[in-house]
């Protein structure tokens, strides 16, 4: 792969967030500016130069000035609890020395409470609802430095164990299944499988949680009857487009539906949750569940297999390099690297749009129109945050932000 042309592209992206971001209205980590900055920390690493962390810091005190004056969108995509997991990720990665355990709690009580309202209305959506909040406060649990804070955010998240648990419906002996809305247009309901907004992101952070002996025993439970749910829609067919239907209504036409090949819906990101369920569940026939998914899904390289129109992270080239790209660093399988460096090399023919942004535009598929994207999950911060994995010679962890670390 031409790393040239790459570090290229980078410096590209690099020009254009700078002359853009100012103009940014959210401070998500997914949809914001707390996302952006995350490509400028890390691109200041790569090159080992401070100048493209001092704007990475703009960005993050125009988050918290934003906050000062009245701020008010809470999502973990779009908002507060986005911006916090940024803060307490680069403090994680000793990319700043920010106290946190100071600034970040005055944010607990309005997240706590969209968290509870949240789960009581039945919206558990990670990148819009209850488990963003929970991942959120996770991470706190994770890196705070105080006795008396991790202890709250134990309680927090206790709690979210609990409303998740009431909100699961039961089927058969071991399956939990959990509902949500499928479509804002139509409003009809069913059972999503996606990682975006469905019960992949419930395995993700159950797997998460039960790392933690605080946490291990109220998880499991809920995360082997997710898992189970989620498994029993395989489908039957032989040579499969796609191994699970993006949800389940109880249509017969959605009984063996095609999923794309992306992060947001699909394959790749069940696969990829069974893949670390498997490790803390120590379920050696889940982890070769998950390998299969998966070597389904590195086949999947024809337009037509993909249905990949775009660049993105989201469902687009360098979502699926990033993927493969983690899923190689896990396995050392060669299947897996041919994957990424198919779908990097992918991505970079994607960028010929001249009115894009480093030659990139999102694919907007409901009107059919094309969007230059400054964002971390469709636009050029996510790309660029997947190019320098791909050219790093150390690990990463940002794309925890996307629950595929």
Same mark, same amino acid.
């Given at each position: 792969?031409?790393?040239?042309?790459?570090?290229? /592209?980078? &410096?590209?992206?690099?020009?254009?967030? /700078?002359?853009?971001?100012?103009?940014? =209205?959210?401070?998500?980590?997914?949809?914001?500016?707390?996302?952006?900055?995350?490509?400028?920390?890390?691109?200041?690493?790569?090159?080992?130069?401070?100048?493209?962390?001092?704007?990475?810091?703009?960005? #993050?005190?125009?988050?918290?000035?934003?906050?000062?004056?009245?701020?008010?969108?809470?999502?973990?995509?779009?908002?507060?609890?986005?911006?916090?997991?940024?803060?307490?990720?680069?403090?994680?990665?000793?990319?700043?020395?920010?106290?946190?355990?100071?600034?970040?709690?005055?944010?607990?009580?309005?997240?706590? =409470?969209?968290?509870?309202?949240?789960?009581?209305?039945?919206?558990?959506?990670?990148?819009?609802?209850?488990?963003?909040?929970?991942?959120?406060? #996770?991470?706190?649990?994770?890196?705070?430095?105080?006795?008396?804070?991790?202890?709250?955010?134990?309680?927090?998240? %206790?709690?979210?164990?609990?409303?998740?648990?009431?909100?699961?419906? &039961?089927?058969?002996?071991?399956?939990?299944?959990?509902?949500?809305?499928?479509?804002?247009?139509?409003?009809?309901?069913?059972?999503? *499988?996606? #990682?975006?907004?469905?019960?992949?992101?419930?395995?993700?952070? +159950?797997?998460?949680?039960?790392?933690?002996?605080?946490?291990?025993?109220?998880?499991?439970?809920?995360? &082997?009857?997710?898992?189970?749910?989620?498994?029993?829609? /395989? =489908?039957?067919?032989? %040579?499969?487009?796609?191994?699970?239907?993006?949800?389940?209504? $109880?249509?017969?036409?959605?009984?063996?539906?095609?999923?794309?090949?992306?992060?947001?819906?699909?394959? *790749?990101?069940?696969?990829?949750?069974? !893949? @670390?369920?498997?490790?803390? +569940? %120590?379920?050696?026939?889940? $982890?070769?569940?998950?390998?299969?998914?998966?070597?389904?899904?590195?086949?999947? =390289?024809?337009?037509?297999?993909?249905?990949?129109?775009?660049?993105?992270?989201?469902?687009?080239? @360098?979502?699926?390099?990033?993927?493969?790209?983690?899923?190689? &660093?896990?396995?050392?399988?060669?299947?897996?690297?041919?994957?990424?460096?198919?779908?990097?090399?992918?991505?970079?023919?994607?960028?010929?749009?001249?009115?894009?942004?480093?030659?990139? /535009?999102? !694919?907007?598929?409901?009107?059919?129109?094309?969007?230059?994207?400054?964002?971390?999950?469709?636009?050029?911060? $996510?790309?660029?945050?997947?190019?320098?994995?791909?050219?790093?010679?150390?690990?990463? %962890?940002?794309?925890?932000? #996307?629950?595929?670390?």
């Amino acid at each position: 792969m031409n790393k040239e042309l790459l570090e290229k /592209k980078l &410096k590209e992206i690099d020009q254009i967030i /700078k002359s853009k971001y100012a103009e940014e =209205t959210q401070i998500g980590v997914l949809a914001g500016l707390g996302g952006i900055s995350l490509f400028q920390f890390y691109y200041s690493k790569y090159l080992d130069i401070d100048d493209h962390a001092d704007i990475g810091v703009e960005m #993050l005190t125009s988050c918290i000035d934003k906050i000062n004056e009245g701020y008010s969108y809470p999502t973990f995509c779009t908002g507060i609890a986005g911006a916090g997991w940024v803060l307490d990720h680069l403090e994680q990665e000793e990319f700043m020395d920010a106290d946190n355990d100071d600034l970040l709690p005055e944010l607990d009580q309005y997240i706590h =409470t969209f968290m509870v309202t949240d789960m009581k209305n039945g919206n558990y959506d990670f990148l819009h609802g209850a488990i963003g909040y929970a991942f959120y406060f #996770l991470n706190r649990y994770r890196n705070t430095k105080s006795d008396e804070l991790k202890d709250k955010y134990k309680n927090f998240l %206790n709690e979210f164990m609990d409303l998740l648990d009431e909100l699961s419906e &039961k089927e058969g002996d071991d399956m939990l299944k959990w509902e949500s809305e499928l479509s804002i247009e139509t409003k009809e309901r069913g059972y999503n *499988l996606s #990682l975006s907004h469905g019960m992949s992101s419930i395995v993700g952070i +159950l797997t998460k949680l039960h790392v933690y002996d605080d946490f291990k025993a109220k998880s499991e439970p809920m995360l &082997k009857g997710a898992i189970n749910y989620i498994k029993s829609h /395989k =489908t039957e067919e032989e %040579n499969p487009f796609s191994v699970y239907p993006s949800w389940v209504t $109880g249509k017969e036409e959605d009984k063996n539906g095609q999923s794309r090949l992306a992060w947001c819906y699909g394959d *790749l990101g069940v696969a990829m949750r069974f !893949w @670390y369920a498997s490790k803390t +569940l %120590n379920d050696k026939e889940l $982890g070769e569940t998950a390998l299969e998914v998966l070597k389904h899904s590195a086949a999947r =390289t024809a337009q037509e297999d993909s249905m990949v129109r775009d660049a993105g992270l989201c469902h687009g080239s @360098y979502g699926n390099a990033q993927m493969f790209l983690r899923m190689y &660093k896990e396995t050392g399988d060669q299947v897996f690297k041919d994957a990424f460096e198919f779908w990097i090399q992918d991505g970079i023919d994607r960028g010929v749009h001249e009115d894009g942004y480093a030659g990139y /535009k999102q !694919w907007k598929g409901v009107d059919k129109s094309w969007e230059a994207e400054t964002s971390l999950l469709e636009g050029i911060a $996510g790309i660029g945050l997947s190019i320098l994995d791909y050219l790093a010679d150390y690990d990463t %962890n940002w794309d925890e932000c #996307l629950m595929i670390s």
